[in-house]
């Protein structure tokens, strides 16, 4: 296992990349800690498949260096940095037993018999297939056969990361909660370090200590999935995460005072701006709706069992709230409130920290 | 519920009308003619089975049975092989893959009495490029006098002819293998032939099953491409089951055992195609199942 560092990492398709939009991947600087199970969260053409195939090298970046270890590897062809990769679609050697299948890479590498016997049944205990070691690995259903590639990956010892790139795509979805509960078991009783690219947020959050959330061939946020929530760095994680995404409403600020849409409301703090286009974002989660503060209209009321979505529209903006199951939501005319430290303020889509340092945000729903 | 609707016999009656002029009439017009003897003047008389001990009892049915089986053997031989070589060695895209599938194409589309006739004139001594040049070089060619020549000519010709097909159908089944296998195998250290030998192969099965299949009905059945460039010879040597059937109905008007001898002729190409089909797909029924 080792510490993976990104050093001035950037990659371009092109031959002679002029201008940033030439760049499949910005220019980034990054290290994945040791151990750590990271997600690459993004929607699709983002550059996140981009960003795993440079680490695992199938793609030489254009740009910057690739550190394993401290040791520059970004020359270095696949087989030899020694990482594990699972891919979209479930690769398995048909012709081969599971058994088989999981001593392919040893034996590639040469090692004795017995060694690869012993440890070829020490990582089927840990993928749950000792059961089916002798069965051809053809005939096996897709989320058997993406264990297997897990596991080819994982019986090497010093496999330094596992890379994931989508794995659960063709995963029935009733088997998919379960494969993402054994992959989170294997990280904490294992520690590899691993790095699972997804286009799902549900994944990315459930699966990751840490999840690096990637637009437009940039990475725009690395943070824990609290952070994420509470806290977004940039619009677009905002808007991507949660469901339904953040509220993002244009908003002049002066000093401590937001106006949107015509209201004046306080902000409690200031911020330190630069004369960019403002926007205030509010999760759907830490809005009130009530008799005081901004006046806005129902326009539709969505049940989706567990709590109800309100549609509303403020001033010519639309926004969602999200009430709890049983709340009374008024027809027509209400108003709405922010949950105090519920309030992102974005200059040109990026997040400004309040002069005042964050608050602790009060209470998420009122049905929670 | 049911009904009692017999409308739907006139529905299939074409279909079965245009099956029995093109196929069951013809077929048995030979089942016919295999049971019965002629001296002319359309007069017939019964004979029983006494064309197929005939047959069956012949030598040279047995000869060019051979004669067969060892000619489809070796192209067999050559090729599925070659074709899985030439496939493996073509490029995945861009230009020169559409340019080498129209290259390899070009024979597939040239007409089998053409074939012969421009081996016939390649091979030739006097005039032809291949001919007079082995002969320049002291090479006793001669495919109109030597056996092992004759032999030599008449399976290059069907290499040449015929080894596209197995290229082309294994290019398609190589180019239906996700990136992703060739890149678990760079990852797990695979060497090129364990690439070959555990995906490339087992994922061009299905193609190879048919080429195999094609290759071997077709070349069971040759016929133009032998007769135009030897005509059967010399002597015997390429007389193979089609050219030998022919001069026995057309050449002698035997119509009774070459009726007879199609017969078998058809049923041995239909029990080893069917035999090898049911291998084939066994095969992969116990891959996939267990």
């Known amino acids: ?368 | 519920m049911k009904t009692d609707n017999q409308k739907a016999w006139f529905l299939v009656l074409p279909v079965l009308i245009l099956v029995a002029f093109s196929a069951v009439i013809p077929l048995m017009t030979v089942v016919n003619y295999s049971v019965q003897d002629t001296f002319g003047n359309n007069q017939f008389f019964w004979a029983g089975l006494a064309w197929f001990e005939d047959m069956l009892g012949s030598e040279r049915m047995w000869n060019a049975l051979g004669r067969q089986i060892v000619f489809s053997g070796i192209i067999l031989a050559i090729e599925v092989p070659l074709g899985i070589f030439v496939a493996l060695n073509m490029p995945k895209k861009g230009f020169w893959a559409s340019f080498c599938l129209v290259l390899m194409s070009l024979p597939l589309l040239i007409p089998w009495n053409v074939v012969g006739t421009i081996w016939q004139i390649f091979g030739r001594v006097d005039i032809g490029l291949l001919g007079y040049t082995l002969d320049s070089l002291g090479i006793d060619y001669n495919y109109t006098q030597g056996f092992y020549a004759a032999w030599a000519t008449v399976i290059t010709m069907d290499v040449w002819h015929w080894t596209s097909l197995v290229a082309l159908l294994a290019y398609a089944g190589l180019q239906s293998i996700p990136d992703a296998y060739y890149q678990a195998a760079k990852i797990d250290q695979a060497s090129r032939w364990a690439v070959f030998r555990y995906i490339e192969l087992p994922k061009m099965r299905g193609v190879l099953t048919i080429a195999i299949l094609l290759r071997f009905m077709d070349s069971f059945k040759i016929y133009t491409e032998p007769f135009v460039l030897t005509g059967g010879g010399p002597g015997n040597a390429t007389t193979f089951l089609s050219i030998d059937l022919v001069k026995m109905a057309l050449g002698q008007f035997d119509l009774g055992p070459a009726a007879a001898f199609s017969l078998m002729y058809f049923l041995v190409i239909m029990v080893i195609s069917y035999v090898f089909y049911i291998v084939m797909t066994n095969l992969d029924k116990e891959e996939g199942g267990k």
Not at chain 1, 138 to 158: E, H, N, W, Y
């Open chain 1, 1 to 368: 296992m080792a510490k993976i560092t990104l050093d001035s990492l950037a990659h371009s398709y092109l031959n002679d990349p002029q201008s940033p939009e030439d760049f499949a991947l910005q220019e980034l600087n990054h290290d994945w800690v040791d151990g750590e199970a990271y997600a690459l969260l993004g929607p699709s053409g983002c550059g996140k498949s981009t960003l795993l195939n440079i680490i695992s090298g199938l793609l030489i970046p254009s740009h910057g260096r690739v550190l394993f270890d401290g040791k520059d590897v970004t020359h270095l062809p696949t087989a030899d940095r020694n990482i594990a990769q699972v891919f979209q679609f479930p690769v398995v050697y048909d012709t081969m037993t599971v058994r088989e299948n999981l001593a392919f890479p040893l034996r590639n590498r040469k090692l004795p018999q017995s060694e690869i016997a012993d440890r070829v049944i020490r990582v089927a205990r840990m993928i749950d297939m000792e059961g089916v070691l002798d069965r051809r690995a053809s005939g096996l259903t897709a989320d058997a056969k993406q264990k297997i590639s897990l596991g080819r990956g994982m019986v090497r010892d010093d496999v330094n990361a596992l890379l994931f790139d989508e794995p659960l795509t063709v995963i029935d979805p009733h088997m998919k909660w379960e494969l993402r509960t054994q992959l989170k078991k294997l990280h904490h009783d294992f520690g590899h370090t691993m790095i699972y690219v997804t286009h799902d947020q549900t994944e990315a959050l459930t699966f990751a200590d840490k999840v690096v959330v990637m637009y437009d061939g940039r990475v725009v946020q690395i943070g824990t999935p609290d952070e994420l929530f509470e806290r977004p760095a940039h619009t677009f994680v905002g808007y991507f995460i949660g469901s339904p995404g953040m509220n993002l409403f244009d908003a002049q600020i002066d000093g401590t005072k937001a106006r949107i849409a015509g209201t004046q409301f306080d902000l409690g703090t200031g911020y330190a701006l630069k004369g960019g286009k403002t926007k205030i974002g509010v999760r759907p989660e830490f809005i009130r709706l009530g008799h005081h503060g901004l006046p806005a209209r129902v326009t539709r009321v969505e049940d989706v069992g567990r709590h109800k979505i309100v549609r509303l529209d403020l001033g010519g903006q639309e926004m969602s709230a999200i009430v709890g199951e049983g709340a009374a939501v008024p027809d027509g005319g209400t108003h709405v409130q922010f949950v105090e430290g519920g309030v992102n303020v974005y200059e040109d889509d990026w997040r400004v920290s309040p002069e005042r340092g964050d608050a602790p945000v009060a209470a998420k729903t009122e049905a929670a």
